[in-house]
T-cell receptor, first 118, second 112 residues
Framework: NAGVTQTPKFRILKIGQSMTLQCTQD?????MYWYRQDPGMGLKLIYY???????DKGEVPNGYNVSRSTTEDFPLRLELAAPSQTSVYFC?????????????????FGEGSRLTVL | RKEVEQDPGPFNVPEGATVAFNCTYS??????FFWYRQDCRKEPKLLMS???SGNEDGRFTAQLNRASQYISLLIRDSKLSDSATYLC?????????????FGKGTTLSVSS
């Protein structure tokens, strides 16, 4: 029962390098999200997707790109890494957007990817 | 006023204690409310949803006060395993993925 799987778990990048954080879920969820969490801060939404082929910006999209070619996969691309992108990145998925009801729309998170840009 | 505010703590309590966390939100049109738990260096996980009438799950009780725009989480008979950061999550009226707002979290440390 894998749930949401993120890779890599840890990565150190040099300024200006690029990389892709992989995220895959096996729960057949339509909605997928990428968040970043900085120390002492709440999770900030980077991008989200409501289904294959559909993506939209969140609160902090600059410096990132996403694609959603399948229901299962939602990779996050960092172009020209900067020290400000040092953070913990969480991918999440949900069956549908939150509605009233018990645990409807619960977010399932991956274990996180710790990225350091030096 | 920030969208979702929580007292960061830390709350340091002995085993068996009762502890309460509050969370305030700024958008009166917010629709749904949740508490997530995040262990150190782990991912957040849903602890419980918060309903208008209040709800209880074992030692945990969640309350919503729409008039004052706050939600609370009460933990009774604290266990060492309750040590974690508790995130308040509020869903605004938007149906977009940006509707969810996370608080910064309240850290609880339970000691023996």
């Amino acid at each position: 029962n894998a749930g949401v799987t993120q890779t890599p778990k840890f990565r150190i990048l040099k300024i200006g390098q690029s990389m892709t954080l992989q995220c895959t879920q096996d729960m057949n969820h339509n909605y997928m999200y990428w968040y970043r969490q900085d120390p002492g801060m709440g999770l900030k939404l980077i991008y989200y997707s409501v289904g294959a082929g559909i993506t939209d910006k969140g609160e902090v999209p600059n410096g990132y790109n996403v694609s959603r070619s399948t229901t299962e996969d939602f990779p996050l691309r960092l172009e020209l890494a900067a020290p400000s992108q040092t953070s913990v990145y969480f991918c999440a998925s949900s069956l549908r957007l939150f509605e009233d009801g018990p645990t409807v729309g619960e977010l399932f998170f991956g274990e996180g990817s710790r990225l350091t840009v030096l | 006023r920030k969208e979702v505010e929580q007292d960061p703590g830390p709350f340091n309590v002995p085993e068996g204690a009762t502890v309460a966390f509050n969370c305030t939100y700024s958008n009166s049109a917010s629709q749904s409310f949740f508490w997530y738990r995040q262990d150190c260096r782990k991912e957040p996980k849903l602890l419980m949803s918060v309903y208008s009438s209040g709800n209880e799950d074992g030692r945990f009780t969640a309350q919503l006060n729409r008039a004052s725009q706050y939600i609370s989480l009460l933990i009774r008979d604290s266990k060492l395993s309750d040590s974690a950061t508790y995130l308040c999550v509020v869903k605004g009226p938007s149906q977009a993925g940006t509707a969810l707002i996370f608080g910064k979290g309240t850290t609880l440390s339970v000691s023996s």
